[in-house]
T-cell receptor, first 109, second 115 residues
Framework: QKEVEQNSGPLSVPEGAIASLNCTYS??????FFWYRQYSGKSPELIMF????GDKEDGRFTAQLNKASQYVSLLIRDSQPSDSATYLC?????????FGSGTRLQVQP | NAGVTQTPKFQVLKTGQSMTLQCAQD?????MYWYRQDPGMGLRLIYY???????DKGEVPNGYNVSRLNKREFSLRLESAAPSQTSVYFC??????????????FGSGTRLTVV
């Protein structure tokens, strides 16, 4: 079992819709969770982090954490074509961040 | 501009050649990391350095060595390159400011091809 699992996609949504990206993790002791966005050929950039159960909102982005279910999600409201990218879920381990393989999001104009 | 600088951006090596990937950060971060990214595999940790003077193995250290030259610089060396090391390599740094802030800053990456 991978430590951090994501559906590779692609997830295709129309412009203006809500995109929902999901991530599960195996280490029940994990405390901090991150979402990175990576455009093709570019480096990952941090868009959200969360460490408490519940929701955290930042502009059009909402991160949701459920530690009991070992589940993290990212909602993108009013999706734009510029949101088309790969979204990486990352979990803080004992040594460093462990990343999922990413979900590719395509926002159709 | 503040950030993480990686060199070179692109490199082609022949099997058995050696090379060093350079990484420097100017954000006064304590921790630095080397990851590799392969299609469908996500980012995998090669080595990390929690602070100046310390280095530790990550998930995929075989075939690599690292040096934390000073607080700013963390280099990755391939002693004898193999085709399996064809990948995109990212350096990152972080500073633990508070329990809710472990975000990494990534360099622009090095695309390495071993033929």
């Amino acid at each position: 079992q991978k430590e951090v699992e994501q559906n590779s996609g692609p997830l295709s949504v129309p412009e203006g819709a809500i995109a929902s990206l999901n991530c599960t993790y195996s280490d029940r002791g994990s405390q901090s969770f991150f979402w990175y966005r990576q455009y093709s050929g570019k480096s990952p950039e941090l868009i959200m982090f969360i460490y408490s159960n519940g929701d955290k909102e930042d502009g059009r982005f909402t991160a949701q954490l459920n530690k009991a279910s070992q589940y993290v999600s990212l909602l993108i409201r009013d999706s734009q074509p510029s949101d088309s990218a790969t979204y990486l879920c990352a979990v803080m381990g004992r040594r460093a961040l462990t990343f999922g393989s990413g979900t590719r999001l395509q926002v159709q104009p | 501009n503040a950030g993480v600088t990686q060199t070179p951006k692109f490199q082609v090596l022949k099997t058995g050649q050696s090379m060093t990937l350079q990484c420097a950060q100017d954000m006064n971060h304590n921790s630095m990391y080397w990851y590799r990214q392969d299609p469908g595999m996500g980012l995998r940790l090669i080595y990390y350095s929690a602070s100046e003077g310390t280095t530790d193995k990550g998930e995929v250290p075989n075939g690599y060595n690292v040096s934390r030259l000073n607080k700013r610089e963390f280099s990755l060396r391939l002693e004898s390159a193999a085709p399996s090391q064809t990948s995109v390599y990212f350096c990152a740094s972080s500073a633990i400011v508070s329990i809710d802030s472990y975000g990494y800053t990534f360099g622009s990456g090095t695309r390495l091809t071993v033929v």
